[in-house]
């Protein structure tokens, strides 16, 4: 089992909108979410949305026929297994607009990456 952490605004709800307002949907991802939970798989809802403006993008995903396992939380199996409800969700692949693919994106335009480091790739993405 693997779980899935997905960002709302720009990532599940996309195009040009102004928030608290609700986009188009991202139908190839709502699509994977569905049939990943549907393989036995979790999904969580990572947003900074809150209150009402979260629960319009929960039910909006509800509309779309995506349910999650967990809402700004972890799933239950990671806090009984850790016997701590931390705040930084914990996942195995965290689905995000502003996900930073290689570490080099973060770093200035030199050669101030030494050679060791410079060869590993960052995996932000999958633990």
């Not at 952490?5 to 139908?27: E, H, M, R, W």
């Not at 060791?116 to 932000?124: L, N, P």
Request: overall charge positive; charged content about 30%.
């Amino acid at each position: 089992m693997s779980i899935y952490a997905v960002d709302f605004d720009q990532t599940l709800a996309i195009g040009g909108y102004d928030f608290p307002d609700i986009g188009k949907p991202n139908i190839p991802l709502i699509a994977f979410l569905i049939q990943k939970r549907k393989d036995g798989h979790k999904v969580v809802l990572w947003s900074c949305r809150e209150g009402d403006n979260l629960a319009n993008a929960v039910g909006w995903c509800r509309n779309m026929g995506l349910e999650f396992d967990a809402v700004n939380d972890n799933i239950p199996a990671i806090i009984e297994a850790y016997g701590v409800n931390s705040r930084k969700v914990f996942a195995d692949y965290y689905i995000d607009d502003k996900a930073v693919k290689d570490f080099r994106e973060l770093l200035p335009k030199s050669n101030a990456i030494p050679k060791e480091v410079a060869k590993r790739k960052a995996r932000i993405i999958r633990r």
